[in-house]
């Protein structure tokens, strides 16, 4: 069973842009480029060593939603899922 550590979002409650934390997992965890696509994700586990995070294209997902790409560190891979 997987710890959800923290939800990522493109705003705090400062408002849009002030900190996007999915643009920020993007550059120190992914080391690519931010598509721009997703709108939300989960990290779970540390914040400075996670397990996984699942982006989503909600803003606002569902615990029903399934994530549309999956990272996991471990094997440095992504999966698009559909």
Sequence with gaps: MKIK??????SDEFGVESHDS???AFEVHLKQPDPG???AAILYGNEEAPEEIDF???AEP???DSPV???????????ARQ
């Design 5 to 10: 550590s923290r939800v990522l979002t493109r």
């Design 22 to 24: 999915i643009a920020w």
């Design 37 to 39: 696509t997703y709108h």
């Design 56 to 58: 989503y294209t909600q």
């Design 62 to 64: 569902l615990a029903s």
């Design 69 to 79: 790409y999956v990272w996991q560190p471990q094997t440095q891979e992504t999966s």
